[in-house]
């Protein structure tokens, strides 16, 4: 069986949702092809709303099944009873690390993808980020620059709806921004002692894809204001945070031209010698392991960063013997994540009569200060962080010893102020970083497993010192007490920022993709997912490609207008 449309979308997580948004209100009959179950808005939010006492471990999950049936997962903060239904059981996931580079892959392969489990975070790149590889020499030069993006984030901003404040950072580029959310009062005070302690740094609100103040296009798609729950990675049938669900699928749908089909695994991508075009793609029916083609003008790869490396990598043909659109040999290589679960905790005095209503669904953020002007650290780029202040509740007494009434009156007063930084650090884009397909192995529909070899290079260790060393002396310079810090993170994965594998660049025999997102090899086929990364940058990199998507699907639709694609 073949079926036509102008254009198919693989993937209906983060990327693919925006291509298949912004093709269908351009008109184009779309097919989204989505290898996981579909999830329907609200009602299959299974997890929202639960309280503790109405799940059996109290929102932890039952440890034995998640050491059987989740080790990778379990792994991830989100992973909880409410939310694990968005996780993948590793069991049915396989894939393959070297024993000395673990690599911790955290997936959810449902309609919607990871977008409903994010946190939210949401940041542009500036200069800084895409003239970096240029001018250190790590990577390979960017084919754009911000003014090539600038409008196209704007674009995406408007439409998801992003709360922050405006502040002028030349390495943080300000929004098109709904009111940010509000600062605590530790969080205030911290604000203004930044200021004064450092030239150089900045304590500001997290920018984050939540509606603090609904604008037309969002209650026309009956989106409604952030309750302050932060309960999101169950899904919100408030629709108050940006997801694929509650924001790019229903514009879709409502436009009449979007075919969603789920439980369509795409195993490759068809190619014709001849014309040097894809003419579609091959699909595994994940229910009944039926094989069918589907075919278009235009294909948007949109899987992830994995899932479209493992599309490209198993779709050989004799003009692409290494994998499709991979004459350069890039496909696979250069991974990046971000250096993670490295930051410091301490008390702040004082503020004891004060406290907050609501459970505030972002915290601070301290954009990137090293290596701005000129490099002054024994490393090249930079971190910043993510951070909050909170009061320690009755939960901070739960591994106390004890038993009575004034024990249990104890519980009832708040405890000292904390304040946290977590530090988010830009990984260099490395060759030998690689995600091959494993020679013999295959998961339950006979699809080569991935093989991902992947550790920290000489720069990412000298970075990942830093960070904590800084971190616990910021803390002590601006008056915290009992200062602790941490560095956890030897796996890389649990940024769950994995990047670069089809990475964009200006020669076609070093990279896959052109400053278009448009494969150098092949012009009918675009990447926009995360694999599209010529550099990690240290922001949470999510809005970029949705920015990234918005733009190729302009262009792409711009050249089949004119008959050129
Ligand atoms: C707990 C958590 C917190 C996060 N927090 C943030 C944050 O604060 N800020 C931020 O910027 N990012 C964050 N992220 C990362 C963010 O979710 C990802 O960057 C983003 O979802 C990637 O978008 P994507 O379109 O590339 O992939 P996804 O959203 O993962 O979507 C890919 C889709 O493709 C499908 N697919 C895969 N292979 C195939 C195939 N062969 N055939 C058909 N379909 C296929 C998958 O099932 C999936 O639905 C977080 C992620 C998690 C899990
Ligand atoms: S905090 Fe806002 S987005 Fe999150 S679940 Fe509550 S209402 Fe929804």
Known sequence: MSEEFEVIVVGSGMSGGWAAKEFTEKGFKTLLLERGRPVEHGADYIGEGLDPWDMKFRDK???????????????????????????????????????????????????GGRSLQWHRQSYRLGDLDFEANKKDGHGTDWPIRYKDIAKWYDHVEVFAGISGSIEGLPQLPDGQFLPPIEMNCVEKELQGKFKETYEDRRLIIGRCAHLTAPQKVHTDLGRGTCQSRNQCQRGCSFGAYFSSQSATLPAAERTGNLTTVTHAIVERVLYDAKSRKATGVRVIDAQTKEVRDY????????????????????????????????????????????????????????????????????????????????????????????????????????????????????????????FALEAYGEMLPRADNRVTLHPTKTDKFGLPQLHIDCSYGENDKKMQKD?????????????????????????????????????????????????????????????????????SACQNPSLTYMALTARAVDYASRQMQANLL
């Not at 099944?65 to 991830?76: E, F, N, S």
């Not at 899987?303 to 991979?326: D, K, W």
């Not at 960070?467 to 803390?475: I, K, N, Q, S, W």
């Not at 660049?505 to 009918?524: A, E, I, K, M, W």
């Open 295 to 418: 075919r278009a003008r235009v294909i948007f790869l949109c899987a992830s960063t994995f899932g479209t490396t493992q599309i490209l990598l198993n779709s050989t043909s004799e003009a692409f013997p290494r994998g499709f659109a991979n004459s350069s040999d890039a496909v696979g290589r250069y991974l990046m994540d971000h250096l993670c679960a490295i930051g410091a905790v301490g008390e702040y005095p004082g503020f004891e009569d004060h406290y907050y209503l609501g459970r505030r669904p972002t915290g601070i953020y301290i954009p990137r200060f090293k290596n701005l002007r000129a490099q002054t650290e024994d490393y090249v780029r930079g971190f910043g962080y993510q951070g909050d202040a909170w009061r320690d509740s009755w939960r901070a007494g739960l591994a106390r010893p004890g038993f009575g009434a004034d024990f249990k009156e104890s519980f009832k007063t708040p405890g000292p102020w904390k």
């Open 61 to 111: 999950v039952d440890r034995k099944l998640a050491d059987r049936d989740y080790p990778i997962q379990k792994q991830c903060y989100a992973f909880k009873e409410s939310t694990k239904h968005f996780f993948v059981k590793d069991t049915d996931y396989p894939y393959e690390t070297p024993k000395e580079n673990p690599f911790l892959w955290i997936r959810g392969d449902h309609l």
């Open 467 to 535: 960070m904590l060393t800084t971190t616990v002396d910021m803390l002590k310079e601006l008056g915290l007490q009992n200062v602790k810090g941490y560095s956890d993170n030897e796996i890389p994965g649990l940024a769950i920022h994995e990047m670069g594998t089809a990475r964009m660049g200006r020669d076609p025999r070093t990279s896959v993709l052109n400053g278009y997102n448009q494969c150098h090899d092949v012009d009918n086929v675009f990447i926009t997912d995360g694999s599209a990364m010529a550099s």
